[in-house]
């Protein structure tokens, strides 16, 4: 980013007290208020869906989202010198929630529940309808990632001489494939009901890394993702993160659902869609997607080390799923 943020700042309300770097963007601090200046690449119309959704969040308890400020021509984007284009949003000071810890996951895990049923209170709008709003069901990004798999194996198969990686996915692919297609044939099935009524708002890039906490409140942010859709791939997401980090520890597992149903209670069906979201075996499937796109003459330590651990985990894992299905 280039100097032209300074210019860029002079078209809204206030003094900056400083500006710094920070994630990608400038960190502007003014007063008791901090805000966030990023370049924008996107829509308007994406922009103003966004406000017009976390607006409404507010009015809703989820006090706490990184809004976007207009400038002082009452627009939501600013066009820098160089021709750059620029939004301002509020920020916060707060970290991300640490997976390590129990307590702070609990509280996290509620909160999504809280945002899940404040987005449920809003309305769909026609006006929203745009490609990113309303993207392909859950299954064809799955089926695309298991045609991915199958090219793969079908190319390490054909080499004579295998690294230690390779030889790790040759051994297990078949258990990792067979959990991508019962998953993604499982969601299909619910998709072909008619579930109108069971789409609503969700953030859409649910994880710790954009859910800071402020004591006992969630704050969320990065709404760039947000889209109508099955709420269960938020869930999933964070739960997935969560496990991963714990062992697929059941206990645990469990007592992050009953915390999440305290806030939004799910019926069969909507536990059936977390049951396959979580069976997805979505780190083997970006391993394999990484070394799809890498130099495959070498492969890091870690990452044979990652398929190591995913093997090492299958049974706890397995048995965790089996409780909630």
Known sequence: MNDSYLDVLQHYEGEP???????GAWIWEQKDRIFLLKEYRGTVKRLEFEEAVLHALRERGISYVDQYIRNKEGELVTVGPDGTRYVLKEWFSERECSLRDTREIFVAVEWIGR????F???SWQDAWSMGSTIPPGLSCEMERHNREMKRVRAFIRGKRKKSEFERCVETDFD????QAIEAQKGLERLEKKNE???LFLCHGDLDHHHLLLRRDEAIFVEFHQMHRGSQMSDLSRFMRKVMEKHGWNEMLGLSLLERYERENPLDEMERNRLYYLLLYPEKYQKQLNYYNNSNKAWIPEKNVEKLHML???????MHFLEKIK
Request: no cysteine.
């Open 196 to 198: 109108e009524d069971r």
């Open 311 to 317: 093997v090492s985990q299958q049974e706890k894992r």
């Open 115 to 118: 945002l899940h049923r404040a």
């Open 175 to 178: 258990r990792f494939y067979e």
């Open 17 to 23: 007290d400083g500006v710094r770097r920070g994630r």
């Open 120 to 122: 449920q209170g809003i």
